[in-house]
């Protein structure tokens, strides 16, 4: 970040909600993680309030329609920050990227489905996700989740 602008509004972040079109129109490989690989250039080192994460996982699950069947993201993970004395808001990443990201998270199913172009699935809307409130209500759910759990997903 090169102004004290985008330095002051990236650490006024609280809630982020990432929305990567076209990341996701193929199957995963058995061993590949769920995380996409753009999950490593945020630059949560300069949010330092932020307290929840959320992004589309790469999925496997397939949607059938009336016109064939597509892969395409059905779930997204939602991270909620440790409460402690020291906020460290580079943990999402090391969530993320570590050999099981969806352990410190809560997969949340989306209530949108894909747009279509002619025959074929063109990605999540993530327009009408936005609208539709799918981060708030990830967020909602993470803390009814979290609540039920307990603190065991830091």
């Known amino acids: 970040m090169s102004t004290s602008e985008g330095l002051t509004f990236l650490g006024r ?22 995380v996409p690989n753009w999950i490593e250039h945020v630059p ?3 949010m330092p309030n932020l307290t929840y994460v959320a992004f589309p996982l790469l999925s496997n699950r397939i ?19 440790p409460c402690t004395s020291k906020p ?3 943990i999402f990443k090391r969530w993320a990227l570590g050999p099981d990201p969806l352990v410190h998270g809560i997969v ?11 025959d074929k699935p063109v990605d999540l809307n993530w327009e009408v996700a936005y609208v539709q409130g799918e981060g708030d209500g990830a967020w ?15």
């Open 108 to 118: 949340i199913p989306f209530r949108v489905l894909p747009i279509f172009s002619s």
């Open 140 to 154: 909602e759910r993470a803390e009814k989740v979290k609540k039920l759990r307990g603190n065991d997903l830091e």
């Open 88 to 90: 460290d808001p580079t």
């Open 44 to 46: 949560f080192a300069m």
């Open 13 to 34: 972040i609280s809630h982020l909600v990432i929305w990567i079109p076209n990341h996701d129109s193929y199957p995963l490989f058995d061993d590949q993680s769920p």
């Open 63 to 81: 949607r059938h329609e009336a016109r064939g069947s597509f892969h395409t993201p059905t779930e997204m993970v939602v991270y909620t920050a």
